[in-house]
């Protein structure tokens, strides 16, 4: 990465780089004032203006010490603004997946509820075509034949409603497999009522 390509430093990053490019400078005056000796005018007028510098140096210090606490508070708002964020966005999260098993939970039953309907059809179907049959057999797939239409109506609304509150909680996958679902159902009710007409009660 090229130095145009580099992005500029934090805030923080830079405060704290001032605070320790001064403090660098305060060290090493402390030490050359230290080490200085006192034994001429010069050299007491350079001690002088050594502590002059030392001095302007500690103004700066307490300058920088404050922009960097300035940066830090900056930085910790920034960051507790991201973790509310992140609080809210897991709060989401967990309210949409109760809602996803949720609506999973009820194409499963309606899964179940078809499946019975279909074991159920074959049953109808085969009884329906045997050679004889009593008046009171007669009379059994009728009433057999009533419920299966009213339950599969009955199923196929409940497909209906959940495609409608999969689609409103914008989980479209599961509102498109409900409503085939209802298609299905509707279709299968369709053809148990031709069948019916077609072998004569």
Known sequence: ????????????????????????????????????????????????????????????????????????TGVRNRQQAQADAVNVRAQELQQRTEVFKDLLTRYGALGQSAADLNGRMQEFAALRQQATRTAEEDARLTEVFTSLQARMAEVADEAATLSTAAEEARFADIGRQAESLRQQLLSARNKLGLLHQSLGT
């Open 1 to 72: 990465m090229s130095k145009r390509d580099t992005p500029p430093a934090s805030e923080l990053v830079s405060a704290a780089q001032a605070l320790d490019s001064e403090l660098l400078r305060f060290e090493a005056l402390s030490e050359q004032l230290k080490e200085a000796p006192l034994t001429s005018e010069k050299q007491l007028e350079r001690a002088s203006k050594t502590l002059k510098d030392l001095a302007d140096l500690d103004d700066a210090l307490r300058m920088r010490v404050g922009a960097l606490v300035q940066a830090i």
